[in-house]
């Protein structure tokens, strides 16, 4: 009996790390699923106690969640805001059991309350699965959450994340459970496997020709063209405000601002729109080195009242200061913002000091037409971007800066910019300091791209889209609707 336990631990800690595995960079959904059949198994151990499921659903939890955010480790040192050294690994790996185990708890109250609905039962599987995708989507408009089932078929399965025109990111971690469900029905059953397996092969391949006819749909030609010039400075964060990087970074940006003054005899179809700089570029109050010879949208700092906030500026074509802005929103906790910093000494894990976040709308005005603006950590809220597409986004702008991470987390922020670009029908141009400088289309095709970790500047086109997917249109409605539906299913039978 106790080897049968220490085996259930030891089964529930693998597939939570074989399915954090699975999460982008990878992004290979059919490596995920494995792992979820053994979330669903933990859902119906015969003879378990609710704590006994919460316990080993938490494990799961815990353990995908330590493998998909390992990054945060790269946080050490951080000497460099202030932090003594022997203190440092100690609060990176902190921050990092800390969302692992908010993770473990969550998962395993849905284990519990799975187990409680009897997961057999077709409709307990879809009322779990949508209360799943409800939730990541929920979670994703608080300060908690990176990554989840979501984005798990990026960059690996296109065609399935299809279906985030339809449903968005929930209704794709909601399809994944339901796709594992079908396999843990399919591997446990006592009768009839084959019919199981064969109807759980239709809901895979349903999904799949669903989620390239949303894809197709998406028209190629829509809107005029614009070229931005991007400008990856690869500053390192640690030195960042160093006097000699802060003249390396206006003599890179005097450059690019040369560089996008085309001679007057050139083609008007090689005129550059305007130029793009990753978030944080300009120090607080800064301007730019020489007046604007083009459009300039540029990661910044600036006040409102006493309040610090970390922006996206306009500057409009010959002014050294910006006219309007963009405000983050989604501020990173302790990164960025701590509750009560007027209170402590230590204002954040920032060399800005504490940021306090701007309005929640992300939709930045502009004569050449709106666009739809995620500052970093908000390329996680998808919802935020449909609803900046439904006012009328015709591209949307990514900027960030992922240093001093490794290159795993810029491989994670480019699926999440994917799965933005297939949600609203949009395409999108991601500007950061070290990378990923890129472009996608609406069908969540990368493009062009600078190379990651070095300095450089390339033009990118966009092409502005006016139409809407289904999910920039409906949000969260029909996987609402569905889970009604499920709700009622389980209710009344």
């Known amino acids: 009996m106790g080897n049968d336990r220490r085996a259930g631990w030891a089964i529930a800690g693998a597939a939570g790390l074989l399915a954090g595995v699975a999460l982008p960079p990878l992004g290979w959904p059919w490596l995920l699923w494995p792992g979820l059949i053994v979330l669903w198994s933990l859902t119906a151990s015969r003879g378990g106690t609710a704590p006994s499921r919460f316990w080993r659903g938490g494990l799961w939890g815990l353990a995908a969640v330590l493998v998909s955010h390992r990054w945060l480790l790269w946080l050490h040192p951080l000497d460099w805001i202030g932090v003594p050294g022997p203190l440092s690994l100690p609060i990176c790996l902190a921050l990092w059991l800390a969302i692992g185990l908010t993770a473990g708890l969550l998962v395993g109250a849905w ?18 699965a949508t209360l799943w995708g409800l939730a990541e989507v929920l979670l994703a408009r608080g300060p908690l959450f990176w990554l989840g089932l979501g984005v798990a078929s990026l960059p690996g399965d296109r065609a399935l994340a299809g279906l985030a025109a339809l449903g968005g990111a929930g209704l ?21 496997p084959l019919r199981r397996a064969g109807v759980t092969l239709v809901l895979v391949l349903a999904a799949h020709l669903l989620g390239l006819a949303l894809l197709g ?42 560089q996008a003054l085309l001679p007057e005899d050139a083609p008007a179809p090689m005129a550059i729109t305007g130029l793009l700089l990753p978030e944080g570029a300009l120090a607080l109050g800064q301007p730019l080195p020489e007046p604007a010879t083009v459009e300039v949208l540029s990661g910044g700092f600036r006040r409102e009242g006493l309040e610090q906030r970390s922006s996206v500026l306009r500057f409009a074509p010959g002014a050294w200061l910006p006219s309007s802005w963009i405000d983050k929103h989604r501020v990173v906790p302790l990164g960025e913002w701590v509750p009560l910093a007027g209170l402590w000494r230590w204002s954040g894990l920032s060399a800005v000091g504490g940021i306090e976040p701007g309005a929640a709308s992300r939709l930045l005005d502009r004569p050449g037409g709106p666009v739809g603006v995620a500052i970093c950590y908000e390329i996680s809220d998808g919802a935020a971007l449909a609803a900046a ?40 141009i991601s500007a950061a300091n070290t990378g990923p400088s890129l472009v996608v289309d609406a069908h969540g095709r990368i493009g062009d791209q600078l190379p990651a970790g070095r300095p450089g500047s390339g033009i990118l086109t966009v092409r502005q889209r006016s139409a809407l997917t289904p999910y920039a249109s409906w949000g969260e409605w029909p996987l609402l609707g569905i889970a009604a539906v499920a709700g009622l299913w389980r209710w009344r039978f």
């Not at 614009?226 to 940006?253: D, G, S, Y």
């Not at 240093?403 to 949009?426: K, V």
């Open 172 to 192: 794709l971690a909601a399809v994944q459970l339901l796709i594992s469900w079908g396999l843990w029905r399919t591997v446990t059953a006592t009768a009839r």
């Open 111 to 128: 284990t519990v309350l799975v187990g409680r609905l009897e997961p057999a039962r077709p409709s307990t599987a879809l009322l779990a």
């Open 389 to 428: 597409s439904r006012e009328g986004a015709r591209w949307l702008l990514a900027t960030a800066n992922l240093d001093p991470y490794p290159l795993m987390l810029q491989g994670q922020f480019r699926a999440l910019a994917q799965l933005r670009a297939i949600e609203t029908g949009r395409w999108l």
């Open 217 to 258: 749909a998406v028209a190629v030609a829509d809107g005029p063209v614009e070229r931005w010039l991007v400008l990856q400075p690869a500053t390192p964060t640690r030195q960042k405000f160093l006097p000699e990087q802060q003249r390396r970074l206006l003599r890179q940006l005097a450059a690019a601002q040369r």
